[in-house]
């Protein structure tokens, strides 16, 4: 069974930048679609990136285009979300979560493997 772990979280300053981790173990994630997901203190999961184990693809929400990228290292069965200025906003518990789905779905209740989360904070 697939499992994660998330690393890489801290205290950032606004316009700060970090590099989130996610290693997989149980099962290669090469075969898994890959979200990262982040959930704010009173509020849902919201699904912030992708990345398509179909073709490769990446998705990302409008909220954090341009200023987050996501990638994957096969060999090391990891997945990476590197964030780049940051703003208090991005604060949150961060998650991946797999699924044998498209990023097309959305929802974090159609992802099955999820990690414990890592916690962002962005202030100054």
């Known amino acids: 069974q697939l499992q994660f772990v998330e690393s890489g979280g801290g205290l950032v300053q606004p316009g700060g930048s970090l590099r989130l981790s996610c290693v997989a173990s149980g099962f290669s994630q090469e075969y898994y679609t890959i979200g990262w997901f982040r959930q704010a203190p009173g509020k849902e999961h919201e699904r912030v990136s992708c990345?398509?184990?179909?073709?490769?693809?990446?998705m990302y929400a409008d909220s954090v285009k341009g200023r987050f990228t996501i990638s994957r290292d096969n060999a090391k069965g990891t997945i990476y979300l590197q964030m780049n200025s940051l703003k208090p906003e991005d604060t949150a518990v961060y998650y991946c979560?797999?699924?044998?789905?498209?990023?097309?779905?959305?929802?974090?209740?159609?992802?099955?493997?999820w990690g414990p989360g890592t916690q962002v904070t962005v202030s100054s």
């Open positions: 990345i398509s184990a179909h073709d490769g693809s990446t």
């Open positions: 979560a797999g699924n044998f789905r498209t990023c097309t779905v959305t929802d974090a209740t159609s992802y099955d493997y």
